[in-house]
C-alpha cells in the first residue's frame, strides 16, 4: 500500500483573546520520510502541544518533527519542532514558534522502521507569539 493521511479536522474556538487550533489527524503506512501536511493555519502562532501515538506496523518507536516547507532538511530554519526523544507515544508541551507563510506546516512521525506504520495525531496551536 501507499503512504496515505486522513485530511486534517481543524477545530478553533476562541479563548479570552486567543484563537486555539485543535488539528487531528491519521496516516498509514508511513515509513521514516513520510510527510503529512497541514493548511488552514495561522501564519504565525505557537505549537503548545503535540501529541502522536504510533498505533501500529514493525516501528516500535516516533520521533517526530515538523517544518514550514515541504521536504525541509533538519537543523534549517524550515524546522520548526523536533523531538528530543523517541517513544511509541508522544507529548511535547513546550511553546514552539513558528512563522509559515502560506499558512502550512508539514510533519513527518518518522517511526524507527518499517514502511507499514499508522500513526494518530493531535496538534494543539495558540494564534500568535505572545
Sequence with gaps: ???AQTTPTITSRMIGDDLHYVIEYTETDTATASEASVSGLPTHGRIVSY???LTAG???TIAPEGGN???WSDSTQAEV???PTAAAHIHETQAIPY???AGVLYFRAAPDSGTDNAVSTRI???EGWA
Design 1 to 3: 500500500m501507499a503512504y
Design 81 to 83: 519542532m523536533s523531538s
Design 69 to 71: 516547507t515541504g521536504s
Design 51 to 53: 501529541q502522536a501515538t
Design 99 to 101: 512563522y509559515a507563510s
Design 124 to 126: 494543539m496551536i495558540l
Design 58 to 60: 514493525a516501528g516500535s
